[in-house]
């Protein structure tokens, strides 16, 4: 059951953290990877700053910080480039 909260939890990640960088989306698959290697890497980037996350909703909160961190990283490397996603009216 832990495997599919953190499933579920790094698909919201990556999926807000796709909003917030200005409409980046990669998909519900692709939102799901984000989230999780941005789980991954907000864990050991918490580790470093020797803070850690309890619960959901700390989870979540790393998870994210993650992902931005992730997509940030690989919009610097891509140098900007990349398509936003236009907004369904």
């Known amino acids: 059951m832990e495997f599919i909260w953190?499933?579920?939890?790094?698909?919201?990640?990556?999926?807000?953290?796709?909003?917030?960088?200005?409409?980046?989306?990669?998909g519900i698959v692709g939102n799901i990877l984000v989230g999780i290697v941005g789980s991954v890497l907000g864990g050991w980037l918490f580790g470093l700053l020797g803070l850690g996350a309890?619960?959901?909703?700390?989870?979540?909160?790393?998870?994210?910080?993650?992902?931005?961190?992730?997509l940030w990283l690989a919009r610097l490397l891509m140098g900007g480039k990349g398509k936003p996603v236009t907004p369904i009216k």
């Open 54 to 70: 309890n619960g959901t909703f700390g989870s979540f909160v790393l998870a994210l910080a993650g992902s931005l961190v992730l």
């Open 6 to 26: 953190f499933i579920i939890i790094g698909g919201i990640a990556g999926w807000l953290a796709g909003k917030i960088m200005r409409g980046h989306s990669f």
